[in-house]
C-alpha cells in the first residue's frame, strides 16, 4: 500500500517499506538555511522528503540524495521525478567516497537516533547499525565546501554527543533548537546547524 502527502506545491509519496514522513523531517525541513542555487545533499534521504522540502523553499537548487536502501533509492527517485524536480540519488554507502570533497553548499540529514546496544530502537531506520554519528558526521564535513553548512536533527539526551561529533569534523555548530510537542513537555527533538571551518559561537533559537 502507497501512502501519499502533499508538501505545499509538492506532492510525496512511499510504499511499505520506506520510512514514511514524520515531524522530525517537517522541522529539520524548516530549520535548514537554504538559498536559491545552493548544492543541496540529503544523507541517507530515504523517501526523498528533505530534498522536496527544501525545494519548496529555494530556487534552482542542485539536488543530492544518498540512501543505501535500494527501495527507498528508488522512491527518493520517483518523488523527484513526479514533482518534476531535477537531482540525482544515489544508492550507495555515505561512508564511501561516492562524492567528491567539497561539492554541497548545504547538506542535511535525518539519521538514525539509537546507538546499538542502547536497549531503545525505533526499527532498523533508527539504530545505528549501518551509520553511527561520528560517521555521519564525518561524511557531511568530507561533502560540504569550506563555509558550508550541515543541518541535522537528533534526540536532545544526544546534544554532547552531537556538538563533539560536528567539532571532531571541522563542523562548528551555530543555531540550535530544541523542539517539544507542547508547552507542558519536555523537550523532544534538537536541530542543529553547523559551518565547516567557522568561527565558534552558536546562537540558541526559540
Not at 168 to 186: I, Q, S, V
Amino acid at each position: 500500500m502507497r501512502k501519499t502527502e502533499y508538501l505545499g506545491p509538492y506532492a510525496l509519496s512511499w510504499p511499505e517499506g520506506v520510512f514514511p514522513l514524520g515531524g522530525d523531517a517537517l522541522a529539520l525541513g524548516e530549520f535548514a538555511s537554504v538559498r536559491p542555487g545552493w548544492r543541496v545533499c540529503d544523507l541517507g534521504t530515504g523517501s526523498g522528503v528533505l530534498l522536496l522540502l527544501l525545494a519548496r523553499r529555494a530556487e534552482g537548487l542542485a539536488l543530492t540524495g544518498v540512501e543505501i536502501d535500494p527501495l527507498s533509492a528508488r522512491t527518493a527517485r520517483e518523488n523527484l521525478e513526479a514533482n518534476g524536480l531535477a537531482g540525482e540519488v544515489l544508492c550507495t554507502d555515505l561512508r564511501t567516497d561516492a562524492l567528491p570533497a567539497g561539492r554541497f553548499d548545504l547538506a542535511v540529514s535525518n539519521p538514525p537516533y539509537f546507538p546499538v546496544g542502547s536497549g531503545r530502537s525505533g526499527g532498523p531506520a533508527r539504530s545505528e547499525e549501518r551509520c553511527v554519528l561520528a560517521e555521519l558526521c564525518a561524511a557531511a564535513g568530507r561533502l560540504v565546501k569550506n563555509g558550508g553548512r550541515f543541518a541535522l536533527c537528533h534526540r536532545p539526551e544526544r546534544l554532547v554527543d552531537v556538538l563533539c561529533a560536528l567539532r571532531d569534523n571541522n563542523l562548528e555548530p551555530k543555531r540550535l533548537k530544541l523542539a517539544a510537542h507542547g508547552p507542558e513537555y519536555p523537550p523532544s527533538l534538537l536541530l542543529v546547524e553547523a559551518v565547516k571551518q567557522g568561527k565558534p559561537g552558536v546562537k540558541i533559537e526559540q
